[in-house]
């Protein structure tokens, strides 16, 4: 089963490196999702907003919103 979502990921980094980005839960039951940085499509800022699909193996992105 499959599921299309929208999410903000968020850049964790020290200056000009980036370590990881997560998505940041909707509520305190759920835990943050973290990715590698190769995972996640380059982007500016310190955090975008994707459409994404979620399948039982993982998150895929989709394409990136523009605000």
């Known amino acids: 089963m ?3 979502t ?3 990921i968020e ?3 020290d200056g000009d490196r980036t370590f990881c980005f997560f998505i940041r839960p909707g509520s305190r039951s759920r835990p943050y999702r973290w990715f590698e ?3 996640v499509p380059p982007f500016d800022g310190k955090s975008a907003r994707f459409e994404m699909e979620r399948t039982r193996y993982g ?3 989709i394409r990136q ?3």
């Open 2 to 4: 499959t599921q299309r």
């Open 6 to 8: 929208i999410q903000t």
């Open 11 to 13: 850049r964790l980094g």
């Open 37 to 39: 940085v190769a995972e």
């Open 59 to 61: 998150w895929t992105f």
């Open 65 to 67: 919103l523009k605000d």
